[in-house]
């Protein structure tokens, strides 16, 4: 007798990796591996953890009614086209469960989240990546990588592991040149850090009509990575089918407890954002003082290039500040081995990173 086979493309799926959290030997380390928000999650999220220990016996809101009315009462949406996950990532797996299967196509840019080509495969379709310009997505490659058989293009904005992100009016003209019959899924996982005037997450394509839709996240700047929160905000139809073919208590009561409190929490996460910042900024010039280009991450982590050279290059970097127990994200999973993307810390941590960097490349010169 033959053991169950998996289907076609299963066994070709690399597992994700999440940013590593101990070194062996060092009794502190400073994790700058996973963009995790630098000042932890707010306050009053913790406190409405606490509370709410003593109904863990009790099967969580299927719906998550009170954090949709919240999201839609915030960001000015409808709450009956937000459907909440386990973290964003489930709800990109749900799109491509719903609407791509073999034979299809799953398109997004080169340096796209690791999760689009696991969600493809899982549910038999064909991962295609379009080349990037300068590390940022090229609207018209993503056009030309267009086929008969693509079925839905995931747009990274801003972009995880680049820190790059394309303006709105580019963004408004990659759905108007998309067949009307592709899903345009807006991955705006970093959304609340942007500041830039011609940035959006892309609320406006998505009530614009019947083909885009725009995830988010609790993870990073309101820092409930540890929950897995997330939301999409979709057409009504969209809406009715992830519905469908979500899990009927996908959401944990623990998650939307907090993500409810620390939603409201707007102080919080304002400060949130004015050290990240303040942060960003500093991370940049320091970067470029020493000497390491970095990209103009416009998130909350840097992306940093290091030279070719053996002793000078990525790899030599990360068992440097390895050595100092600070763990930042090699990228070759990526295809940009030349880089470690370092997550902005708290002040303390980020000094100690420059610190070490600055060490690092005055003993590899």
């Not at 959290?21 to 995790?36: C, H, M, Q």
């Not at 068992?319 to 600070?326: A, D, H, V």
Request: charged share 20%; glycine share 10%; with cysteine.
């Amino acid at each position: 007798m033959t053991a169950p086979t998996p289907r076609p493309g299963i066994m070709d799926i690399r597992p994700y990796v999440g940013g590593e959290s101990a070194l062996d030997g060092s009794s502190r380390v400073i994790k700058l591996s996973s963009n995790e928000g630098a000042l932890g999650p707010s306050p009053r999220a913790v406190e409405a953890l606490r509370a709410m220990a003593g109904e863990m016996h009790r099967y969580p809101d299927g719906g998550a009614t009170r954090l949709r009315k919240a999201l839609g009462a915030r960001w000015g949406l409808d709450p009956e086209r937000i459907v909440c996950g386990a973290g964003s990532d489930e709800l990109l797996g749900i799109l491509c469960r719903a609407y791509a299967g073999p034979g299809d196509e799953v398109l997004y840019s080169a340096h796209g989240f690791l999760m689009y080509a696991i969600a493809a495969k899982a549910c038999g379709a064909t991962p295609v990546t379009a080349p990037e310009t300068d590390l940022t997505a090229n609207v018209d490659a993503l056009l030309a990588a267009v086929t008969p058989r693509t079925r839905i293009l995931f747009l990274a904005n801003p972009n995880n592991p680049t820190g790059t992100y394309l303006a709105a009016e580019e963004v408004k003209r990659l759905r108007a040149s998309l067949r009307p019959d592709i899903l345009l899924v807006i991955d705006a996982a970093y959304a609340e850090f942007v500041s830039k005037n011609d940035y959006t997450p892309g609320i406006e394509l998505v009530d614009a009509g019947d083909n885009t839709v725009m995830c988010r996240t609790f993870s990073k700047i309101f820092a409930l990575g540890g929950l897995r929160l997330g939301w999409a905000y979709c057409p009504a139809s969209i809406a009715d089918v992830l519905n469908r073919v979500r899990n009927p208590f996908n959401v944990g009561s623990p998650a939307l407890a907090a993500g409810l409190a620390a939603l409201e929490d707007t102080a919080y996460m304002d400060l949130c954002r004015e050290h990240n910042d303040y942060w960003l900024a500093w991370m940049l010039a320091e970067l470029a003082r020493i000497g390491l280009p970095a990209t103009p991450s416009v998130c909350n982590f840097v992306l940093v290039r290091f030279p070719k050279a053996e002793g000078c290059d990525a790899r030599a970097a990360d068992e440097y500040l390895r050595g100092r127990g600070i763990i930042a994200r090699a990228m070759g999973g990526y295809g940009l081995g030349d880089w470690l993307r370092i997550t902005i810390g708290t002040g303390e941590e980020n000094q100690a990173v420059i610190a070490a960097l600055e060490e690092f490349a005055a003993a590899a010169k």
